[in-house]
Every structure is written in structure tokens, then in C-alpha cells.
């Protein structure tokens, strides 16, 4: 055989090699991709900060104080069960001499549940340079066995520090995440002090923002206001500023949602009720006063849209009253029977606390108090038209009875006596009310 017809062969036997499965180019992505998830799911299924025996745990805790926390004498092991005791750790002796136990590579403590202990003190220690000098010691030679730890590992000079919360903070604004998710991927606890600093120092950034007008997302704010680690006073403020930003304002979508927020919060609620009133203390006067006129205004309008069920407004009665009611104190719709049961869902909708009118005539009431500068005065309109009356308040409580009551007697609330002025909605009773509330120092807006 030539050659040249032998390498022909040979030629032809490689190519035929090639196009067979031992000779094909293999990509790992692919070969190994089931490898790769079978790893995944044993990783998913081990817990590796699986806590170990307490009592045993604890009984070398005790003998580890009357050593006077010295480590001298403890194996690796047992170094490695003390640095679970929440109790320890919490001690500035222990922790230095661990710390020297991982520097001199004796032990390597477990770095989540000392992560933990720090975050849940953060700001509070004494003197926190020793633990994060530990945290961070650990850091350095901990194996990133998950996404957790190799965070902690590639920034622990930035979250075991007394920086942690502005570095967090950045973290979520750079990303765009949830307060509560990057909570979770760093594995910080929910209720811990690091927690509540992370979540101080995104609502005042956020806050800011909003009154700036550069964002309106007042979602996520909600959102972050209902995390476990907000403390009360952090929860108040937030509010007050939202009630008085300009978008609060200008926005009815904004406000709405911002007013459904704090009536169903437990720690807030509606003010003008006298259960909810204490929750408002240490919220600026001028931010309570704006709520209360958002739910007196709802109040109102329900009562001339939805009691009066768009009978026309002949007397201008709705308009006149929307230039004032912004500044009642307090407001109610007393409903009778007929017009209670015709709109239960609105009521609920609206989330409107209405009062019962217990003598049954179809004549449902609408009630303001004002808190004027010479006197405290209660103003009655009614579904049907004819006489409106006001009162002094005193008056209002000695002969009707008080404001927070939940049922009143139509005939008492149309009574002339104990009432200070009547007035029937004849032409030009608008200038006659005016003038009346402008000598309690109440004008319109």
C-alpha cells in the first residue's frame, strides 16, 4: 500500500473516532451538572449549626468559670462547644482568650452562632473591639461552606464593625432589595439591635426622600414599618413624617393608603376614639390634627354621598362644611336602623365606626366637635334637612350625653333645649354660621 493511501486510512478512522461519544469535547456544566445536584441537595439537607448538646454545653460552661475562663486544658471539641454559650460569649474574658485559642489555630469557633450573639447586642457593647476582632479572626479562616459565610468572609471588616448598619443600609439601597430579604442574606435576626439600626438608618434615608419629593414609594416603607425589630418610637415618627410630607398633600392614592396603614395598625389607629388617643402620644400635634380631619373629611362625605343616597344638596350644605371640617377635633356619622343595615358594606369599606340612632324615624346625624379658641362646641346635621344646632359641649355631654357613647336618641339630638343656636338652612345661612363660628375662633380654610 502507497503512502499516501495509508494516511487516507488513517485519516479516515481519526474522523471516524471524532464523530463517536468517547471522542467528543466535553463541557463540565453539562457532565457534571447532576453532580453538581446531588451536591446541592445534600448541602440543603445537612445542617451544619446544628446545636449540640446543652447540657453538656453547660456543664462546661461551669466548669469554665471557676477556671476563671482560662482555656488552658479544654480539647479543640470542647473549645468548640463553649463558643456556643450564648452566656459566655456575652462575657469580655472568655472572648479574649478565645480569641486567642483561634489565633494560635487551636479552635475554630462556629461563626454564625457568634455572628448572631454580636448582632443581637450590636451598638451595646461595652467595648466591641475584642468580639470583632474575634468575628473577624474567625472570619478569615472560615471555609465558605455557604452564601452566608462567604459574605461574612469577603466583608467582615465591614459587618462586624460599628458601621454595620450604614453598610447594610447601602447594601439594600445599591440593590434595590427588601430591608427583610437582606436581613435574611446576611443572616442577620429579625429582632435583633442590628436589625433595628438597619432599619433607623433605611426609613430616614427613604423618609427623606419622600419629603424631598424624589420618590413616592410609600409601599415599601409600609412595608419596612411592619418588620419585627421596629420599636415604637421608630414607628411613630415615621408616621408623623409621612402624615405631613407634601405628597401626603397632593396625592389622594398616596394618602389613602397611607390612612388605611395607620387605622389598621395596632399600635395606631384612629385618634379621635378615645381607645386609640393614648397611642398617638409623643406624634406632633399638627401631624394628629392632619389625621383627623383625613377620617373627618371620609365622615363626611360619606354622610352626604352615601346617607343622604345622592339626594341633591340644595343648600350647599356638603361644601360649606368641607371648608371646616378639616379642623373638627372629632366627627361621627350617627346612623339610624334603616340607613345602618343598607350600608353595612360601605361602612366596612370605608372603615367608618358609625353610632346607632336608637329611635327608628329614617333620620340619620352628622356630628362635629370643634375645640375653638373661647369655647369647646358640637354641631349636629341632619339626612333630612331643617335645623341644625350647636352646642356647647358641655352642654352636649350634661344633656345628650358623651361624645364616645355608641347610641343616641334622635329626639334628643333635634331637641332645642340645651343647644346654643338653631338654624334652618334658608337663603343666606351660610353667612349667619360663619359669623357664629368665627366668635369661637373656628373660620374656614
Known amino acids: 500500500m502507497k503512502t499516501i493511501e495509508a494516511l487516507g486510512e488513517l485519516a479516515a478512522t481519526v474522523g471516524y473516532l471524532r464523530s463517536q461519544t468517547l471522542a467528543r469535547n466535553l463541557d463540565p456544566a453539562q457532565e457534571l451538572r447532576r453532580l453538581g445536584l446531588a451536591c ?23 466548669q469554665c468559670r471557676k477556671l476563671d475562663y482560662k482555656l ?9 462547644l ?39 447586642a450590636w451598638g451595646e457593647h461595652e467595648d466591641p473591639r475584642p468580639f470583632e476582632s474575634l468575628l473577624q479572626s ?19 471588616a465591614h459587618i462586624f464593625s460599628h458601621h454595620a448598619d450604614t ?33 433607623q438608618e433605611c426609613l430616614n434615608r427613604s423618609l427623606v426622600l419622600v419629603e424631598e419629593g424624589r420618590s413616592e414609594d410609600l409601599a415599601a416603607i409600609l412595608g419596612t414599618l411592619q418588620l419585627p425589630a421596629i420599636r415604637l418610637e421608630m414607628l411613630r415618627k415615621a408616621i408623623e413624617r409621612l402624615i405631613l410630607c407634601r405628597h401626603a398633600d397632593r396625592n389622594e392614592e398616596f394618602r389613602r393608603t397611607l390612612e388605611m396603614f395607620v387605622i389598621d395598625h395596632p399600635d395606631l389607629g384612629d385618634p379621635r376614639y378615645q381607645s386609640k388617643a393614648p397611642h398617638w402620644t409623643g406624634i406632633d400635634r399638627r401631624a394628629e390634627q392632619t389625621f383627623r380631619g ?44 334603616t340607613d345602618a343595615y343598607r350600608l353595612r358594606t360601605s361602612l366596612w369599606r370605608e ?23 373661647s369655647a369647646d ?14 352646642f356647647h359641649h358641655k352642654s352636649f355631654v350634661q344633656k345628650i350625653g358623651d361624645m364616645n357613647r355608641q347610641q343616641f336618641w334622635l329626639k334628643d339630638l333635634r331637641n332645642d333645649e340645651g343647644a346654643d343656636e338653631t338654624f334652618r338652612h334658608m337663603p343666606g345661612w351660610q353667612s349667619r354660621v360663619r359669623n357664629s363660628l368665627a366668635r369661637y375662633g373656628i373660620r374656614p380654610i
Not at 446541592?40 to 445537612?46: F, I, Q, R
Not at 452562632?113 to 454580636?118: D, M, N, R
Request: with cysteine; proline share 2%; charged share 25%.
Open 351 to 373: 372603615k367608618i365606626q358609625y353610632r346607632k340612632i336608637i329611635d327608628d324615624q329614617g333620620v340619620s346625624c352628622f356630628v362635629m366637635r370643634f375645640r375653638g379658641n
Open 40 to 62: 446541592e441537595s445534600m448541602k440543603a439537607g445537612t445542617n451544619l449549626d446544628k446545636e449540640p448538646n446543652l447540657v453538656e454545653v453547660e456543664k462546661l460552661a461551669e
Open 72 to 80: 488552658d486544658g479544654f480539647s479543640r471539641r470542647e473549645l468548640r
Open 377 to 390: 362646641i358640637v354641631i349636629a346635621e341632619f339626612s333630612k334637612v331643617g335645623s341644625a344646632r350647636i
Open 294 to 337: 383625613w377620617r373627618n373629611k371620609v365622615d363626611l362625605v360619606f354622610f352626604f354621598n352615601s346617607v343622604m343616597n345622592d339626594q341633591a344638596d340644595k343648600h350647599g350644605r356638603k361644601a360649606f362644611w368641607l371648608r371646616y371640617v378639616n379642623q373638627a377635633h372629632e366627627s361621627f356619622v350617627a346612623l339610624c336602623p
Open 138 to 156: 474567625v472570619a478569615e479562616i472560615q471555609p465558605t461552606y455557604s452564601a452566608t459565610l462567604e459574605l461574612y468572609k469577603k466583608h467582615s
Open 82 to 120: 463553649l463558643s456556643w454559650h450564648n452566656g459566655l460569649l456575652t462575657n469580655v474574658l472568655f472572648r479574649q482568650n478565645l480569641l486567642g485559642s483561634v489565633q494560635n489555630g487551636e479552635v475554630r469557633p462556629n461563626l454564625s452562632v457568634l455572628a448572631k450573639i454580636y448582632f443581637g
Open 167 to 199: 453598610f447594610l443600609a447601602n447594601e439594600i439601597f445599591s440593590s434595590g432589595a427588601a430591608v427583610s430579604d437582606v436581613l435574611k442574606q446576611w443572616d442577620v435576626p429579625a429582632k435583633s439591635h442590628l436589625a433595628s439600626s438597619v432599619i
